[in-house]
């Protein structure tokens, strides 16, 4: 694929699904041996550190908003999805062809795009969050970047679930915590929406002007006198 139509989200999460699994082919056509090796390490330990009883369990406020938990899911998930559409492609690609193959997986090949992406987020994400120096600032990003992270595994809690990464008591802990996290910033919801520096004008919102005060601006805009 190597034009889209307008931005076509499908057709972009198709590309980048390819890139990931032209890399695989590629890694794999030039470690014949050496990258079997280190699949199978790499996937034996993975599966020790993060599907053993204690981490699918572990549900503490601690780890969930740790930054090594939320990556090594993500990273998990990713691996998983790619691991599994190569096979499938590869032995539905022996009776049908690659091309049928592939729109037969669409579903998977969305996925991973999606799974992907999101990893690349939370990387970034985490990357600003450690280098802000900003106090301030910092108390508001890092629960805005754990909010993105566990609200991305809670919406996607069958994909964990189905890979034995996290266990029922932990995924309705992960939902409390998404809740929970969303109260918290609704506080500085208003401060959020104006850091962006949108004018007043332009956003056009009574709970987004920038002197915060929405009760005010919700009455003008709702008990307004009528222009016809």
């Known amino acids: 694929i190597f034009l889209t139509f307008e931005g076509d989200n499908t057709v972009l999460l198709q590309q980048v699904t390819q890139g990931l699994l032209s890399q695989y082919k590629t890694f794999f056509q030039e470690h014949p041996y050496?990258?079997?090796?280190?699949?199978?390490?790499?996937?034996?330990?993975?599966?020790?550190?993060?599907?053993?009883?204690?981490?699918?369990?572990?549900?503490?406020?601690?780890?969930?908003?740790?930054?090594?938990?939320?990556?090594?899911?993500?990273?998990?998930?990713?691996?998983r999805l790619l691991l599994?559409?190569?096979?499938?492609?590869?032995?539905?690609?022996?009776?049908?062809?690659?091309?049928?193959?592939?729109?037969?997986?669409?579903?998977?090949?969305?996925?991973?795009?999606k799974a992907f992406m999101a990893k690349v987020v939370l990387e970034?994400?985490?990357?600003?969050?450690?280098?802000?120096?900003?106090?301030?600032?910092?108390?508001?990003?890092?629960?805005?970047?754990?909010?993105?992270?566990?609200?991305?595994?809670?919406?996607?809690?069958?994909?964990?679930r189905q890979l034995e990464l996290i266990k029922r008591g932990k995924a309705a802990t992960i939902a409390d915590a998404v809740r929970q996290l969303c109260k918290d910033l609704g506080a500085k919801s208003l401060s959020i929406v104006d850091?962006?520096?949108?004018?007043?004008?332009?956003?056009?919102?009574p709970l987004g002007q920038s002197d915060f005060d929405y009760i005010k601006h919700m009455k003008e805009q709702f008990f307004a006198p009528s222009r016809l």
């Not at 850091?195 to 919102?205: A, E, N, Q």
Request: charge should be positive.
């Open 34 to 79: 050496s990258g079997v090796v280190v699949m199978l390490r790499q996937r034996f330990v993975s599966d020790i550190k993060e599907r053993n009883p204690l981490a699918t369990h572990r549900h503490s406020e601690r780890h969930l908003l740790s930054n090594e938990f939320q990556m090594a899911a993500f990273e998990f998930r990713v691996n």
């Open 84 to 113: 599994h559409l190569a096979r499938n492609i590869r032995k539905l690609s022996k009776t049908m062809g690659f091309f049928q193959a592939w729109n037969e997986c669409l579903l998977d090949v969305n996925h991973l795009a």
């Open 124 to 160: 970034q994400f985490q990357a600003a969050v450690r280098a802000c120096h900003d106090d301030g600032v910092r108390q508001t990003l890092q629960p805005a970047c754990n909010l993105y992270a566990l609200h991305n595994i809670h919406e996607d809690t069958a994909t964990f």
């Open 195 to 205: 850091s962006f520096g949108i004018p007043d004008h332009v956003l056009r919102s």
